[in-house]
């Protein structure tokens, strides 16, 4: 009895959880990644995805930016940039909206357009479902240096500014090779095949607005080359003393040899 009373009690809610759905059930997302990285002096583009009910309509969609942190004393707060219906451009032009108003468009950007971009959806029924994300200016690299954990025989690139950065290492100007080593996936990191670590090894860090790059410098390597050129010339040193010896022993045995031959003679002249 008590189960069959529940069940009609909520069959009787149903309705008004239908009749509130559809005034309630309006959802904002953004397709842009995020967050989204704008070159400087290029174009911002943020496209929102708005699902409804077919019979809701949509009254107004407000765009508002706010600092990223809005909290730091000074900053403007929230600022309501654009709306629709009723404004299309702003901004002297640089800030249009298009798609009803689910397009934002921003020429132009710079620093100051950073933040936090809140769209928010208003329906028949005032009530207001927002969607936000956040919009930074795409930063070119700075000064990359070189760390290294003798240890490990590693080698760690650090870049702590800089949008989209892409790693890369040279030895001796030339490209990492398995002999030399190889590189992490992310490219921050060398592990270096052989101890100690010797030579000029290079970090490169680029992205779309340039790169820059830092050397580690250790001992110099000995070369496999030269070292075979050491050993013969080393080789041909020995042979040269070797035979001068030979032939200085040569030289005064055959000296003594006459001597002898000499004083022969002469004991048998006398006799």
Not at 37 to 65: H, Y
């Amino acid at each position: 009895m008590r189960l069959q009373h529940c069940l009609s009690w909520s069959l009787s809610l149903l309705p008004l959880l239908l009749l509130s759905c559809g005034y309630q059930c309006v959802s904002v997302h953004f397709q842009t990644p995020q967050p989204v990285n704008v070159l400087p002096a290029g174009r911002l583009v943020l496209q929102v995805q708005i699902d409804r009910d077919p019979k809701e309509k949509i009254s107004m969609i407000t765009w508002e930016r706010e600092p990223e942190n809005a909290k730091t004393p000074g900053n403007p707060g929230k600022v309501t940039l654009i709306t629709f219906p009723g404004q299309e451009k702003r901004l002297d032009g640089r800030l249009s909206l298009e798609e009803q108003g689910s397009i934002l468009k921003l020429e132009g950007f710079g620093v100051a357009d950073s933040g936090v971009y809140i769209v928010t959806v208003t329906d028949q029924a005032g009530v207001k479902t927002s969607g936000q994300c956040t919009v930074k200016e795409y930063e070119a690299v700075h000064h990359p240096s070189v760390r290294v954990n003798v240890s490990h025989s590693s080698l760690f690139c650090v870049e702590t500014w800089g949008t989209d950065l892409k790693f890369s290492w040279l030895h001796e100007r030339a490209a990492i090779t398995d002999a030399v080593g190889h590189v992490s996936p992310d490219g921050k990191t060398l592990v270096v095949s052989s101890a100690p670590i010797c030579g000029h090894f290079t970090c490169m860090v680029s992205n779309k607005l340039g790169h820059s790059s830092a050397t580690y410098t250790a001992e110099p390597c000995e070369r496999e080359g030269k070292r075979t050129t050491v050993a013969v010339v080393s080789l041909i040193i020995l042979l040269v003393c070797g035979a001068a010896l030979a032939f200085l022993l040569w030289r005064r045995h055959r000296r003594y040899s006459n001597r002898g031959e000499r004083l022969q003679e002469h004991f048998e002249d006398n006799l």
